[in-house]
């Protein structure tokens, strides 16, 4: 059982670069999610999708886009990395509108350095 | 938009003894309540949740009570073990998901 799977897993950039995080599920699911994660600040909400070749913002999506051409990948891009956008990123997928039963699924998390 | 605010940040009992984390919410249409456990190395795991129609739900050591009057609402860990040692992360739902900052839970020896 893969679930959710994250490439790659550590990157280190200068700044100026682009890169793409490559997010893939096997649960079939509508619903996928990215996240950073900060020291002292929670998970919060990058982008998302409610399904294949549809996205929206979330509450940081300033810096980054992204793109859902299959419905089991949903890409995460920066186009050029700034050292504020050093994180740890996390991927999610849900079955539908989160509810009862009907959980996240994370990634185990891709760690990208900013220099 | 919806503000969830969790504490404590760091958390630290004694093996066997029960751990309590507490969190508040803004958004009185919020109706989904779960929590998430996070590892080492790893993303948030979803452990317990609750819809806004129940007080309380209990799974083995794990249980979470919702008071939404007050908009808060609880996660207790009774018998705590050493594999409890991780972040704990709420999170509430109205239209996108919310999370809290976090509680590192140390459990002592």
């Known amino acids: 059982n893969a679930g959710v799977t994250q490439t790659p897993k550590f990157r280190v950039l200068k700044t100026g670069q682009s890169m793409t995080l490559l997010c893939a599920q096997d649960?079939?699911?509508?619903?996928m999610y990215w996240y950073r994660q900060d020291p002292g600040m929670g998970l919060r909400l990058i982008h998302y999708s409610v399904g294949e070749g549809t996205t929206a913002k979330g509450e940081v999506p300033d810096g980054y886009n992204v793109s859902r051409l299959k419905k089991q990948n949903f890409l995460l891009g920066l186009e050029s990395a700034a050292p504020s956008q050093t994180s740890v990123y996390f991927c999610?997928?849900?079955?539908?509108?989160?509810?009862?039963?009907?959980?996240?699924?994370f990634g185990d998390g891709t760690r990208l350095s900013i220099l | 938009g919806e503000n969830v605010e969790q504490h404590p940040s760091t958390l630290s009992v004694q093996e066997g003894d029960s751990a309590v984390i507490k969190c508040t919410y803004s958004d009185s249409a919020s109706n989904y309540f779960p929590w998430y456990k996070q590892e080492l190395g790893k993303g948030p795991q979803l452990i317990i949740d609750?819809?806004?129609?129940?007080g309380e739900k209990k799974d083995q050591r794990i249980a979470v009570t919702l008071n939404k009057t007050a908009k808060h609402f609880s996660l207790h860990i009774t018998e705590t073990q050493p594999e409890d040692s991780a972040v704990y992360f709420c999170a509430v739902r109205d239209d996108k998901i919310i999370f809290g900052k976090g509680t590192r839970l140390h459990i002592l020896p």
């Open positions: 999610a997928s849900s079955y539908s509108r989160l509810t009862i039963n009907q959980p996240q699924h």
């Open positions: 609750i819809r806004s129609n129940v």
């Open positions: 649960m079939n699911h509508e619903y």
